[in-house]
């Protein structure tokens, strides 16, 4: 499995944008790249996934580097709901995944 | 997307004995998996639960100690057999789902939290 690498945490201040970083500098060509997140005391909820492009959905926006080894997640206006763990992680899509450490990240009121 | 429950939630076991964990998910799925989420950690695979044959295990874990069915292409249980405190995880089942349009995207069930003592 493509290894990704995240900060182990982060902090926002509520109501602001928050942009978490994720490295896969072996990513191959057929590699999605997704984002999960899990809650406290919650399975793992998927968030947003993209292969070259960037891509929004309801929840957050992916930006994904030229290059494909890095990708951004953008929460554009963080809440005391969004305070969790954020994993970043490559699927070939019907393959088991390796979930890194992930980021937790933490929203100040 | 796919709607996935567990049974039971959570439960508090004596070392020794064995409990079993249903994954029930409101469509036909391909691939389902289990993981395990001991507290403060990562998710880690436990196995790939195939339809019709024997799952598929990780590194470091066994069929004896975590014996796994599934019978049709919704349903599927693990069993911790022969608990330790060691056991005392989270244990988590997911699937693909194909979504419309293409995309496979992976759910998660809720989880079940177990206590060995």
């Not at chain 1, 968030?47 to 960037?54: D, M």
């Not at chain 1, 929840?59 to 969790?84: G, N, P, Q, V, W």
């Amino acid at each position: 499995d493509a290894k990704t690498t995240q900060p182990n945490s982060m902090e926002s201040n509520e109501e602001e944008p928050v942009h978490l970083p994720c490295n896969h500098s072996t990513i191959s060509g057929t590699d999605y790249i997704h984002w999960y997140r899990q809650l406290p005391s919650q399975g793992p909820e998927y968030v947003i996934h993209g292969l070259t492009s960037n891509v929004n959905n309801r929840m957050a926006s992916l930006a994904i580097a030229e290059d494909r080894k890095s990708s951004t997640l953008i929460l554009h206006r963080a809440t005391l709901r969004d305070a969790a763990v954020y994993y970043c992680i490559l699927s070939r899509g019907y393959q088991k995944v390796t979930f890194g450490t992930g980021t937790k990240l933490q929203v100040i009121p | 997307s796919a709607v996935i429950s567990q049974k039971p939630s959570r439960d508090i076991c004596q070392r020794g004995t064995s409990l079993t964990i249903q994954c029930q998910v409101d469509s036909q799925v391909t691939m389902m998996f289990w993981y395990r989420q001991q507290p403060g950690q990562s998710l880690t695979l436990i196995a790939t639960a195939n339809q019709g044959s024997e799952a598929t295990y990780e590194s470091g874990f066994v069929i004896d100690k975590f014996p796994i069915s599934r019978p049709n292409l919704t349903f599927s249980t693990l069993t911790v057999s022969n608990m330790s405190p060691e056991d005392s995880s989270i244990y988590l089942c997911s699937v693909y789902y194909l979504e419309t349009g293409g995309a496979e995207t992976q759910y998660f069930g809720p989880g079940t939290r177990l206590l060995v003592l």
